[in-house]
């Protein structure tokens, strides 16, 4: 058995919800699949002394799971003030509108039509619901609408999508590009370096203690991936179908439909650098 210190980015063990910072408490939407792993990561977070909670990412549109995220924070004292999105993914965002119902809470995102109430939310913001600060990065890449929320005073980061708590995530191409996701990685390195960041709050999976292992893991994997396609590319594998087969043989069948989505990514990213 591999020790959790030797995978990438730590992994803290297996998914459960409970506390996961000081601020961030994770409650396990039940939707696990090979895409979404566990299930989904929703996330409350707060300021320990607050009245109020941020949510991020109600998850898919299950009562019993927009019930059960209301109860956890109202177990912790908290009323939910408001939501925020990663992403538009249905198993990240398909439940906001009912759980706007239940909470009266308004739900922030980049994409307009994801909005319930007149803010949305852009590279740079900063939110501060309850005396608690969050701040707004951008991460597109995975999806276009693709954001990640820095949260200083737990020296964390909850990635969404961006980067999982086990395994490597999905270039959605069309709607994700692999320039952007390369830039997103870059981006959520820098915070490692120069803001302190630590830990990994992901959509899915484990938290990860090693924030910096996980993105350079992330980088290398991507790299390596982009010159396995490139080769396959030169040795007559021509059609993206023809690509997974051939460079991803080792992930499991189920995930080819997933792993073709990156790998005509990838390719766009070869054609548009003239590496193919």
């Given amino acids: 058995m591999t020790n959790a210190a030797e995978l990438p980015g730590q992994p803290r063990g297996a998914v459960v919800s409970g506390p996961a910072t000081a601020r961030a408490t ?18 409350v977070v707060a300021e320990p002394d607050a009245d109020v909670a941020v949510v991020v990412d109600p998850g898919p549109l299950d009562e019993g799971h927009l019930r ?50 007149d803010e949305g939310l852009a590279p740079g913001d900063v939110v501060t619901t309850g005396g608690l600060e969050l701040r707004v990065v951008p991460t597109p890449g995975h999806t276009e609408d693709s954001l990640s929320f820095h949260l200083p005073a737990d020296a ?12 490597t995530t999905v270039v959605a191409h069309p709607d994700g590009r692999l320039g952007d996701y390369l830039d997103s990685l870059r981006r959520l390195r820098s915070l490692t370096v120069d803001d302190g960041v630590r830990t990994v709050l992901p959509g899915h999976g484990p938290v990860l203690a090693d924030a910096q292992g ?25 059609t993206p179908a023809e690509v997974v087969a051939h460079v991803y043989a080792d992930v499991e069948r189920t995930l080819w439909p997933a792993a073709e989505l990156s790998v005509r990514a990838q390719l766009d990213y070869l054609g548009e650098h003239g590496l193919i």
């Fill in 26 to 43: 994770c409650v396990l939407a039940p939707n696990p699949s090979p895409m979404t792993l566990d299930g989904t990561n929703t996330w």
């Fill in 68 to 117: 059960e995220v209301v109860a956890t924070a109202e177990r912790m004292g908290k009323r939910v003030a408001l939501t925020l999105l990663t992403h538009g993914h249905h198993d990240h965002a398909e439940g906001a509108a009912r759980f706007a119902e239940l909470t009266g809470s308004p739900v922030r995102a980049l994409d307009p039509a994801l909005r319930l109430g």
């Fill in 156 to 167: 964390a980061v909850l990635t969404g999508d961006t980067v999982l708590g086990r395994g």
């Fill in 214 to 238: 996980a993105v350079d893991y992330y980088l290398v994997h991507r790299a390596k991936r982009l010159a396995q396609v490139e080769t396959a590319v030169e040795d007559g594998y021509r």
